[in-house]
């Protein structure tokens, strides 16, 4: 496609993205949930850590909670947010009126996730700075895989948003069905809990879970410990999840209210 045919398409998705960002800025439950629980929650985590041989494992207080971090805010700025955005644009019939425009399906998903996918951006490079000042992590020793870790993690959580709406009736009960995945990617995918310490079965189990080739991927990069062998399965899941995640929205998700 042309720049001159890509020139609309940018000129909609930014209209659209100003207007998904001035909805979000009036929800107060929302932008607390996006912006101050992701930067909250891992000092929450604090105490358990301290109570793991962490040089064993190859690692740091500053690795750790800086992972943790970015964990909690794929999962709460990105995922959680934009299930609560999708069901909400749906309901108020939204999304079913830009759909009679010039917007494809695509683009008004897109233009609806890229304020919820900036913040998260956003928080992860100033969660990275934060760490690596405040916690001695110091700078990442491969950081092409840790950039590629985030970006791979927040479009999967959007995508995964998506999907997740599609099954989501109302907005008060958009935090009841995005809780299976974010307890499940909490405990095992290496948020909350670091995967070194989790039992050799239970560990390859829990690598093949949405999130944790991002988070692998974000850790190995600022430990510089993860092999090419390793980065590239964790970039072929990760790119698999995504895929997946993609093909099911565009097979399952609702533009009509769900009543």
Avoid: H
């Avoid at 695509?106 to 490079?125: K, R």
């Avoid at 950081?143 to 099954?167: I, M």
């Amino acid at each position: 496609m042309s720049a001159l045919a890509l020139a609309p398409v940018g000129r909609r998705l930014r209209a659209l993205a100003r207007a998904e960002l001035t909805l979000l800025g009036r929800n107060r439950g929302a932008v607390v949930t996006a912006l101050l629980v992701p930067l909250a929650l891992p000092f929450s985590v604090r105490p358990a850590v301290d109570q793991i041989d962490l040089k064993a494992e190859g690692l740091s207080i500053g690795t750790v909670m800086l992972t943790a971090a970015i964990g909690f805010s794929f999962l709460f700025a990105v995922y959680t947010s934009l299930v609560s955005a999708y069901v909400a644009r749906r309901e108020e019939l939204v999304l079913k009126r830009l759909r009679t425009g010039e917007l494809d399906d695509v683009e008004i998903l897109t233009g609806t996730a890229l304020p919820a996918v900036c913040v998260g951006l956003a928080q992860a490079v100033v969660l990275s700075v934060g760490c690596a000042v405040l916690l001695d992590a110091g700078a990442p020793r491969a950081p092409y895989l840790t950039v590629l870790g985030v970006l791979s993690g927040l479009v999967l959580c959007a995508a995964l948003g998506a999907l997740t709406a599609s099954f989501t009736r109302t907005v008060e009960s958009a935090q009841v069905t995005a809780l299976p995945l974010v307890f499940v990617s909490m405990m095992g995918s290496g948020i909350a809990v670091p995967a070194e310490i989790l039992p050799d079965r239970l560990s390859s189990v829990c690598a093949l879970l949405p999130l944790s080739p991002a988070i692998r991927l974000v850790q190995g990069g600022w430990t510089g410990q993860l092999s090419a062998y390793e980065a590239l399965g964790a970039v072929a899941t990760a790119l698999a999840w995504t895929v997946l995640a993609v093909f099911a929205v565009r097979r399952w998700f609702r533009w009509e209210p769900r009543r």
